[in-house]
């Protein structure tokens, strides 16, 4: 591999948001599926796990790498991250696309937020 190529961009956050969109795993999986699609993005596996309290944690591989979600709805708080390679193509506006877009979808505001170019 050349010392020259990135291998992505990773964004790592946490962010409020209402009791609601943190309690519906199949709503945010809709979601996700829209966004992976409308990207262009390729799925290769995904797991969802709804805990009693409501609460819900959410990992989807894809090719390019994964996109993940754990929700916290006691505390109106949501951690997230994605991270796309740049094995064909340069993925980091689709990186932060998808984070705004995921931002909006919770109705959500930013608590903290790091960047990560690997």
């Given at each position: ?5 990135l ?9 409020q948001?209402s ?9 945010c999986q ?12 390729t ?5 969802y796990?709804?805990?009693p309290?409501?609460s819900?944690?959410?990992v ?6 994964h996109l ?12 997230f991250?994605v991270?796309?390679?740049n094995?064909?193509?340069?993925n980091?506006?689709?990186?932060r696309?998808?984070y705004?877009?995921?931002l909006?979808?919770f109705?959500?505001?930013e ?8």
């Open positions: 591999m050349s010392a020259s190529y291998p992505g961009l990773h964004i790592l956050a946490t962010f948001a009791a609601r969109p943190l309690t519906d795993a199949a709503a809709a979601f996700f599926d829209a966004q992976i699609a409308g990207f262009g993005l799925k290769v596996g995904e797991v796990h709804t805990f309290n409501g819900f944690t959410a989807v591989g894809l090719t390019e790498s993940s979600i754990h929700t916290w709805p006691e505390h109106g708080l949501a951690t991250d991270f796309l390679s094995y064909q193509r340069d980091a506006a689709t990186v696309q998808l705004a877009a995921t909006a979808f109705e959500a505001t608590q903290a937020k790091t960047e990560v170019r690997r």
